[in-house]
């Protein structure tokens, strides 16, 4: 039975160690507002490099989870979800997303209630090799939602 016990953890211990938080995650607006939600939580799965605070290494052809745990303060119903690199002068839409963040989350959105959205992300071997801010948003009138963080990807 202990023998057991112990495999059982074992197996379970890769998959806790790398859902990291992600300390580094900022609001698009200046002023710190996310919009019309709080966050309470983001991780990015695997991230080991997050507890140094450090960003995210994607590598090319795996996948990584992005999950969100906020709070909105209005009700919405069907919500989207899309991605984009960003800087300062333009944001360019990440390829291929499937935008419907109901499909991973409660819809319709409750105000006061949390919730979490959920994203897993094909890192493409057709992405270019480098450090990129990814802005994310959450939207639907009158929800909305932004949030930004740093990633590195490498081959």
Known sequence: ????LLFLILIALPSISYAEKLLSVAACQRGGNYGTGTIKEVRITPCPEAAQRRPCVLKK???VTIEVDFI???????????A?????MLEL???NMNTNACATM???VQPNVKQTYRY????????????YDVRWKLTASPFNMCFQFPIQILN
């Open 1 to 4: 039975m202990a023998n057991r």
């Open 61 to 63: 052809g795996t996948e």
């Open 72 to 82: 909105p303060t209005v009700g919405a119903s069907q919500v989207t979800g899309r």
């Open 84 to 88: 984009f690199w960003a800087n300062r």
């Open 93 to 95: 839409p990440l390829p």
């Open 106 to 108: 409660t819809c319709p």
């Open 120 to 131: 897993v992300l094909p890192v493409s071997r057709g992405f270019p090799t480098r450090r």
